[in-house]
């Protein structure tokens, strides 16, 4: 059955030159399960994107004629749903954009995992890395654990890959 959606029309806050973005998250917290947001905006929000992912949402963007936007979010499906999370990774959607990225696809065991750390070894308390693996890290997971970091981990949709969040602990 396709999703029910509640609609927000977030163009006349962009217009007066307002933020949406706490009207669009009062929206979310609003929805009953299943249901999905149909979002109207002047500009493509790509930026809302990955938060919507991490809160479970799959996204199909429309160009209105007009130039505006139409977004459906709708609830990600059970196969792509299949999150794993860390202790303490509960509330990865509030977490800070990635400042790094490493496609580690193609990699063979050790060296996904030395990548990893070398690269975590380098940033700073609370800024976060998304990696991209040919396969489940199932070794690189305890060994974040071990060392206070925190993780959230899925297959993609094709399930060719999986990607991870994983945000430094303090020293």
């Excluded at 196969?79 to 496609?103: C, F, K, R």
């Amino acid at each position: 059955m396709p999703p029910r959606f509640k609609d927000l029309d977030v163009r006349p806050i962009l217009k007066e030159g307002g933020e949406p973005f706490p009207a669009i998250m009062q929206a979310v917290q609003s929805l009953e399960p299943g249901e999905g947001l149909r979002l109207l905006a002047t500009f493509r929000p790509t930026p809302l994107l990955s938060v919507m992912a991490r809160r479970g949402y799959d996204a199909e963007m429309n160009e209105l004629r007009d130039g505006d936007w139409e977004v459906l979010f709708s609830p990600a499906s059970p196969i792509t749903a299949n999150v794993s999370v860390s202790l303490g990774a509960e509330e990865a959607a509030g977490w800070p954009d990635p400042l790094w990225q490493l496609d580690l696809t193609g990699h063979e065991p050790p060296v996904p995992m030395e990548k990893v750390l070398s690269r975590i070894g380098l940033m700073e308390p609370g800024e976060v890395l998304f990696a991209v693996f040919s396969d489940e890290p199932v070794f690189l997971m305890p060994e974040l654990d071990k060392e206070g970091h925190q993780w959230v981990g899925k297959p993609d949709a094709s399930g060719s890959c999986y990607r991870m969040l994983i945000r430094v602990g303090g020293a």
